[in-house]
């Protein structure tokens, strides 16, 4: 009877691994929208118009955010910090955290999970700050996940930062 445990377990780590492997070869890129096509979301839905220049670094901040996701590349997001921001990940308590707290936070959350696909897909704003929200895949303990993210900004200083992450 234990062989046969043993056995069944040996299965199912070997076909694990064959699956893991063919969904990584087959692993779908979501295209990252050009910067023209973030801004003309923005100037379509957003409620407060910003400048062509406010316009052109939201645009920017949320290809790379989007990238960051899609690359799991947290120190790529890490740079566009708030000093505190807050923090919603699925499975966990949301937070205000230090832009330090935040950065291994997130390393971990995405440390343990490997993204298939993500793309933001609505861009707006809530009075004076922009936000998007996307939807992608990721593999989580042998399983696929879906995800939704929600990103949104402040304006520090004279540039815009990364104030809330949740992640669904």
Request: net charge positive; aromatic share 10%.
């Amino acid at each position: 009877m234990a062989i046969r445990i043993q056995i069944a377990v040996i299965l199912c780590i070997i076909v694990s691994g064959v699956l893991f492997a063919q969904e990584n070869i087959h692993k779908e890129r979501l295209a990252i929208p050009s910067t023209s096509q973030f801004r003309t979301s923005l100037n379509d839905s957003a409620v407060h118009q910003w400048s062509r220049a406010d316009s052109s670094a939201i645009s920017s901040l949320f290809g790379t955010i989007q990238k960051g996701i899609m690359d799991e590349d947290v120190d790529l997001l890490s740079s566009s910090f708030a000093p505190q921001l807050c923090i919603n990940l699925r499975g966990t308590d949301g937070c205000y955290y230090s832009a330090n707290q935040a950065l291994y936070i997130i390393k971990n959350f995405f440390g343990a999970r490997h993204v298939f696909n993500f793309r933001l897909s609505t861009i707006g704003a809530a009075q004076e700050s922009p936000y998007a929200t996307g939807s992608g895949t990721f593999l989580h303990k042998g399983r696929r996940e879906f995800l939704q993210i929600y990103v949104g900004l402040t304006r520090t200083d004279s540039r815009w930062v990364i104030s809330q992450l949740s992640v669904y």
